[in-house]
C-alpha cells in the first residue's frame, strides 16, 4: 500500500509563504495525480489544487489561484504545495492525496479521486 506523509506546516503571519511537502514512502509509487485539500475547523474538506505525474497538467481552486503552486519531483515519488500570499482564511489542516486511476478533465478536483490520503499538516495563518 502506499503512505503518504505531509510535512512543513506550521504558523505563519498573513502575507507571507509556506512550502508543504507530501511524499510517499513503504513501497515504489506509482499513481496517475497527486492532490492537495483542506480541511478548516468546523467546515468540510475542500479541493486546493492537483497534479499529474506525467506532464505535469496543473488545476487550482479558485481561492487559490495566483498564490498557491503545485509541483512535483518525479525522482523523489514527492510533491510540493507552495503557498505565498497567505491568508487567514487559509488556515487549515492540508491533506495530500493519491490517485491511482487515471480519470479526464477535472475530476481530480474530488475527493472521489484519491484512494491513499496522508495524515495532515496543520497550517495556521495570523493576522
Known amino acids: 500500500q502506499v503512505q503518504l506523509v505531509e510535512s512543513g506546516g506550521g504558523l505563519v503571519q498573513a502575507g507571507g509563504s509556506l512550502r508543504l511537502s507530501c511524499a510517499a514512502s513503504g513501497r515504489t509509487f506509482i499513481g496517475y495525480a497527486m492532490g492537495w485539500f483542506r480541511q478548516a475547523p468546523g467546515k468540510e474538506r475542500e479541493f486546493v489544487a492537483t497534479i499529474r505525474w506525467s506532464g505535469g497538467n496543473t488545476y487550482y481552486a479558485d481561492a487559490v489561484k495566483g498564490r498557491f503552486t503545485i509541483s512535483r519531483d518525479n525522482a523523489k515519488n514527492t510533491v510540493y504545495l507552495q503557498m505565498n500570499s497567505l491568508k487567514p482564511e487559509d488556515t487549515a489542516v492540508y491533506f495530500c492525496?493519491?490517485?491511482?486511476?487515471?480519470?479526464?478533465?477535472?475530476?481530480?478536483?474530488?475527493?472521489?479521486?484519491?484512494?491513499?490520503w496522508g495524515q495532515g499538516t496543520q497550517v495556521t495563518v495570523s493576522s
Open positions: 492525496a493519491a490517485s491511482i486511476t487515471s480519470y479526464s478533465g477535472s475530476f481530480y478536483t474530488s475527493e472521489r479521486a484519491y484512494l491513499y
